[in-house]
């Protein structure tokens, strides 16, 4: 379980998440660049991936399918042509899709995708939605919206970012620190211990 937050401010995306990880009954933090839950890459892309930690590893081996246009920009119509299908084939091939009974396909988790101060959303039933200002996504993202929601824009947007991620990990075990930040313009990954 996981919560991913995405904020825009001028022009630049802010993605914060946990390191906590929960399964067999054993708690731990997942501090190694190789396996944060938000991940940066060299055409400028960030996503956070929420819940499965199996779907998390393999898009982080198959991230190549993450690019933007021809033209180097990203929208929801190059999210819907380019990017789903090839996102629905690998995750059918690798068997990581929901549809036991003739259902509508899905998959056990959201995808938060920042690129230059746009935000979107690829959705557990492979709907994609674009937000204006900024979005959380997980089981526990309520929690999280009400803080971001009133982010004072002159303050530091990473620290309060993990004030909202603070406020997640008040409610359950599932959500722990240190927290991980990143953004669209520095393209580096910030660990901040919890208080």
Do not use: W
Request: glycine share 6%; aromatic share 10%.
């Amino acid at each position: 379980m996981s919560v991913i937050i995405g904020y825009i401010k001028n022009g630049v995306t802010y993605l914060a998440t946990d390191t906590r990880v929960i399964d067999d009954d054993r708690k731990r933090n997942e501090v190694c660049e190789c396996n944060f839950k938000l991940r940066k890459l060299d055409n400028g892309i960030i996503y956070g991936v929420t819940n499965s930690k199996y779907i998390r590893q393999f898009l982080m081996v198959n991230e190549d399918m993450f690019t933007p246009d021809t033209r180097g920009n990203l929208t929801v119509q190059h999210i819907v042509i380019d990017i789903l299908p090839t996102l629905y084939i690998l995750l059918k091939e690798a068997k990581l899709l929901d549809n036991d009974k003739g259902e509508k396909p899905f998959f056990s988790s959201s995808i938060l995708i920042g690129f230059k101060g746009k935000l979107f959303e690829i959705c557990s039933d492979f709907s994609v939605f674009r937000y204006e200002k900024y979005q959380a996504v997980g089981p526990l993202s309520d929690y999280a919206l009400t803080k971001v929601s009133n982010i004072d824009k002159n303050g530091d947007i990473n620290h309060q970012l993990i004030d909202a991620m603070r406020i997640c990990t008040k409610n359950t075990e599932y959500v722990g620190g240190p927290y991980l930040t990143i953004n669209t313009d520095e393209l580096k990954y910030e660990l901040t211990e919890e208080d």
